[in-house]
């Protein structure tokens, strides 16, 4: 039954669904560290070693080794089979079953979503030129200083005020209903006529904005009121097409016109990112209503190696900008940099480019480094002049700069705060987990070596597995080395088909991942090889896959060497036999 469900609904549905969350509903979870524990609803335990991990998506109880992803938990929690559980977790997402026709094609037909869409950018575009109330629009537009052009570049639209503009232009027919309806355009009425829906449309008296994805296809609106009124922004739902903590408002649009994309500056709002458009600073781009999270980062890295975060000057934009900075931290690889641009209180992009014009936003003067703003920040609670305060600077510095990658950044934050606590780097790095780790050393086997040899790569190889679906980006970040697909290893296509899967989804949770092999027979091994051993610092579990990496390089140049050997064996043999055919020949 599984495979009559779409995976990309499936990835959808478990990328909308939170595990702490769900397993909550039944289980009493109390945050412990990074993950949740609590008592294990599989087996009788006084002390909890039943762990959600909200960043894996997935659970494992260290009493009774039951784990799995969500879905695997309602499936036993609450005795269902799949489509039950994935039912059950779609009804609380709020999205909709494929149909039954559409169960068993490989994508959902997202195509007249996006045709729907785009024609209601033309719709609202049109507006801003035709319509008889046009002038508001348009005078709201030139009173912020945008031109034509811009509002050409960036397709901004005005959708009239009225309940049915785009209804009655769009929605001709009942199909036509569903997809504005599915595109997030319309509301649906409340009534009480049940047998009969009516819809109003979502956008009344609003600046248009189209949201458009990476290959330009309209996947979302946001509207911005013309004069007062609430809410000040409103977007478009989530829908098929549209993911707020995915999408970036004005990052094609950067793509497409500026030459060089060496530096993307993040602000908050589409009226800034096509206010300092205006002033021919396009490599500007927006959330979209949400706080920045790691995908976006991640997407944005993608573009560029420098990320500048302009946030208000203000208390609210200080965290906010704090926010960004530790979801950058993991992500800083060598040759990437964060920066932030803090306004002036009570200013916005929008004031200052006009008052300070293009270059406030260019010039390096005005950043602060990442550096400078972590430790500013922590040095603003702690009393650096006592022995105590030093200590705490140490203890809120220590987790994170262990979350850099290793690099230059990495030595030089260390030794930033070994000045600041007047500790030794030495002792510094003695306290910030360790950055080399021992690769761990495959046990010796007492079997002839060829078997040992034969044991030693499959477990070098799911032990690179186990690391791969507990921390899937570091396929992203460590490139698989090309040549280790000669070797003969049972594996081996599991762990292609693994970094496969990672390089589609950058995003993928651990619980995403293995559901991809929920009807395969290798299922049970990859649950089995998902479990954490031990709780060591992502760096250092870096450079451990670093050093199996290393190992299976190793591996593969002995069996090289032994495949020439018996190769060369075998042209001894053939040569050897060749002596007694002559042989025999010259008898007869
Ligand atoms: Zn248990």
Same mark, same amino acid.
């Given at each position: 039954m599984a495979g009559l469900i779409p995976q990309d609904f499936i990835d959808d549905l478990l990328s909308r669904t939170d595990i702490v969350d769900v397993i909550g509903d039944y289980v009493q979870l109390r945050k412990a560290g990074k993950d949740f524990q609590g008592l294990c609803p599989f087996h009788t335990e006084k002390t909890p070693s039943f762990t959600v991990s909200q960043l894996k998506q997935f659970y494992h109880c260290f009493g009774c080794g039951a784990n799995g992803s969500v879905i695997g938990f309602l499936m036993d929690y609450n005795h269902l089979d799949f489509v039950e559980a994935i039912k059950e977790l779609a009804s609380r997402a709020g999205m909709e079953l494929p149909e039954n026709n559409e169960?068993?094609?490989?994508?959902?037909?997202?195509e007249p979503i996006y045709s729907l869409l785009e024609d209601a950018a033309r719709f609202f575009s049109l507006q801003l030129r035709q319509h008889p109330q046009k002038e508001r629009a348009v005078h709201y537009l030139k009173n912020r200083g945008l031109t034509g052009k811009i509002a050409a570049m960036y397709r901004i639209g005005f959708a009239p005020p009225g309940w049915d503009n785009l209804l009655k232009t769009i929605g001709k027919s009942s199909e036509h209903l569903d997809l504005l309806q599915r595109a997030g355009l319309t509301i649906e009425k409340e009534g009480n006529d049940k047998s009969e829906k009516h819809y109003y449309d979502r956008f009344r008296d609003r600046i248009m904005f189209p949201i458009q994805d990476y290959k330009g296809r309209v996947i979302g609106f946001g509207g911005r009121i013309i004069d007062q009124g609430e809410p000040k922004y409103l977007n478009c739902p989530e829908t098929p097409v549209f993911h707020k903590g995915r999408e970036l408002y004005g990052l094609y649009e950067a793509r497409k016109y500026c #030459?060089?994309?060496?530096r993307i500056l993040v602000v908050e709002g589409y009226m800034d990112v096509v206010a300092l458009a205006q002033y021919d600073l396009q490599n500007t781009v927006a959330t979209l209503g949400t706080a920045i999270t790691s995908d976006h980062i991640q997407r944005l890295f993608k573009t560029t190696s420098e990320i500048v975060y302009c946030f208000d000057g203000d208390n609210a934009g200080r965290r906010a900008a704090w926010k960004a900075l530790e979801l950058s931290l993991p992500l800083l690889k060598e040759g990437r940099a964060v920066q932030f641009l803090f306004l002036p209180e009570g200013e916005d992009p929008d004031s200052m480019v006009r008052s300070r014009g293009k270059d406030f936003f260019e010039n390096r003067e005005n950043f602060t480094s990442l550096s400078d703003f972590l430790f500013t920040t922590l040095l603003q609670?702690?009393?650096?002049? #006592?022995l105590e305060g030093r200590a705490r600077l140490v203890d809120l510095a220590k987790p994170l700069i262990a979350r850099l990658p290793q690099g230059a950044l990495r030595s030089l934050m260390q030794q930033q705060l070994s000045e600041l606590s007047r500790l030794t780097t030495d002792q510094i790095r003695q306290l910030v987990p360790p950055p080399y780790p021992e690769v761990e050393k495959p046990k010796p086997v007492q079997r002839s070596t060829t078997r040992r040899h034969r044991r030693l790569t499959r477990s070098l190889v799911e032990q690179a597995i186990h690391i791969l679906l507990n921390y899937p980006h570091f396929a992203l970040e460590i490139e698989f080395p090309?040549?280790?697909?000669?070797?003969?290893?049972?594996h081996l296509p599991l762990i292609q088909e693994l970094i496969g899967l990672i390089s589609d989804k950058p995003d993928i949770t651990t619980g995403q991942l293995l559901e991809h092999w929920r009807n395969k027979k290798v299922y049970p091994t990859l649950a089995e090889l998902v479990m954490a051993r031990k709780e060591l610092p992502e760096s250092a579990i870096k450079t451990e896959y670093e050093g199996i990496l290393q190992g299976l390089k190793n591996h593969l140049l002995k069996q090289r060497r032994s495949a020439v050997i018996q190769t060369s064996n075998g042209k001894i043999t053939e040569q050897i036999k060749d002596v007694f055919r002559r042989k025999k020949q010259d008898q007869g």
């Open positions: 169960i068993g094609r490989k994508r959902p037909d997202n #030459r060089d994309l060496d609670d702690v009393d650096i002049h #006592r090309m040549e280790l697909e000669e070797l003969t290893d049972p």
